[in-house]
C-alpha cells in the first residue's frame, strides 16, 4: 500500500510501529507535491528543507519512544496562518514579500504535536472568494477534473487533501470556506465553534466570523488534529477558556436515537436535484442505524447571504486598512508624496474581490448607511442565532446539503458576483451564529463529489465527528481518490 492512500491515523501507527520512517513519508509526499503543481498549483510555497528537518527529528523522538499522536504526520497550512520564517501571503500582492517573523498558535500546537509542515496552500486572496478564483498566484484546480474548481477559499488545502499530496491540511471558514471545498473535492472538513481553536496569528478577514479548522480524508483523521489544534490561548481575545475534549476516544458513539433535524429551506428551488437525491440517500443511511430523521424550518437562514455581505465585508474593510504600504507587505514604486502611497500601493496590491469588499464595507459603516445596512444586519444575526437555538431544543444535529451544485467550470462565475455569493447558502448561517459545522462526502453527480453537512451546538464538536465516523463506516465515498492521483 502506497503511503499516500494512508489516513493520519494509518500513518500515526505506522510511523511508531516504525514501519517507515518520518524523513521517507515526508520525501514521498514532497515527491507528489511537486509533480502535482503544474496541474493543480494547490501550493504558494513547498518547504522541502524545514519538511525533511522537521522529519529528522521526529524519527529521532520516535526512536526513543518517544513523541505524540501526530509524530511524524505531514500536514499543510492554509497560507493565512504565520509561519515563522516562511513566506505567509494570503495569496495576495499585497503580502508576496512578506516573511511571517512568528508562528500561529495553530502552527506552534500541531508543530508541538509533532507534525511536519511541507508547505503553504494556495487561496482565495485574504480567503475572500467561494471558488479559489481570486489568489494573486492563480486559480487552484479541482483534482476530479481540472477545468473546474475546488472551491474557497481553502481550496489549495482542500485540493491537496483530495490529491492526496498531503494526508491533512488546515484551514479556515469565515462563511463557509472549509465546508464548500471539501464538499467539491470529496473530502471531509470541520469547522468548530467560535473561539474553539485560536485566531492568533491567523490573518484576519471578518474577526466575529473567521475561525481554522481541518480538511482531511475521514473524520477520525480531523479529530485527531482538531484536538491537536483546540484550547484556550490567552493571546487571543476571542479565545474561549472551556476544557477540549479527546475527540478521537468519542468517536465510535453511536448513532442510535440521534435526532437528525433536516432542514426544510436547505432543500429548496435553488438546489441541485441529484445534489438533494445524494444527501436524502445519505441521511437514508443514519436512518437505517438507528436516527431519528426529523423536519426543521428555519425561516430566516435565506437572510443569512444578504447579512453575511453586509457584516463580513463591514469587518474586512478595517481589518485590511493596516495593509497601507508603510510597514509591510507590497509598496508602490516611486510615490509622488503620502497620499500617492496609500492610494497606489493598495491599489496595486488589492485585487478585485477584495477590493470590491472594502468598498462594500466601508460604504455600509458610513455615517449615513450604518442604521440602515450595517445595524439591521447584526440585528438579523440575531434572529438566525435565535433560531437556530429554537432548532437545536428540538434535535441534536442539523443536516442538509453543503452546497447548492457539484463544482463548476473555471470562469463560469467569476464576472458575477451574486451568484458566486450564493455558493455559500447553506454554510454562512452557521458562522453567523458561531456554531460548528462540518461536510462529509455523500456521493457523485456527474463524476464530482457531494457534501453532505451537519451542524451542531456550541461546543458539539465531539458529536459531529462521532455522527460523521459513523456514517463513514457505513460507506465509501470517503475513500475515493480522484483517478489521476491514485
Known sequence: MSLHTLTVAQLARGLRAREYSAVEVATHFLARIEASQPRLNAFVTVTPELALAAAAASDERLARGEGGALEGVPLAHKDIFCTDGVLTTCSSRMLSNFVAPYDATVVTRLKAAGMVTVGKTNMDEFAMGSSNETSFYGPVRNPWDETRVPGGSSGGSAAAVAARLAPVATGTDTGGSIRQPAALVGITGIKPTYGRVSRYGMIAFASSLDQAGVLGVTAEDCALLLEAMSGFDPKDSTSVDAPVPCYAAEIDRPVRGLRIGVIKEFFDKGLDARTAAAVQAALEV?????????????????????????????????NLSRFDGVRFGYRCKEPRDLMDLYKRSRGEGFGAEVKRRIMTGTYVLSAGYYDAYYLKAQKVRQLINAEFK??????????????????????????????MYLNDIYTIGANLAGLPAMSLPCGFVDGLPVGLQLIGPHFAEGPLLAAAHAYQCETDWHRHVPPAYA
Not at 291 to 302: I, K, M, R, T
Not at 390 to 418: C, E, H, M, N, Y
Open 390 to 419: 429554537r432548532a437545536f431544543a428540538q434535535v441534536d444535529v442539523l443536516a442538509g446539503p453543503t452546497s447548492p451544485t457539484p463544482a463548476f467550470a473555471i470562469g463560469a462565475k467569476v464576472d458575477d458576483p451574486i451568484t
Open 286 to 318: 443514519y436512518r437505517k442505524q438507528g436516527a431519528e430523521l426529523v423536519e426543521v424550518s428555519c425561516p430566516n437562514l435565506p437572510l443569512s447571504v444578504p447579512t453575511y455581505y453586509v457584516v463580513a465585508p463591514a469587518e474586512c474593510s478595517s
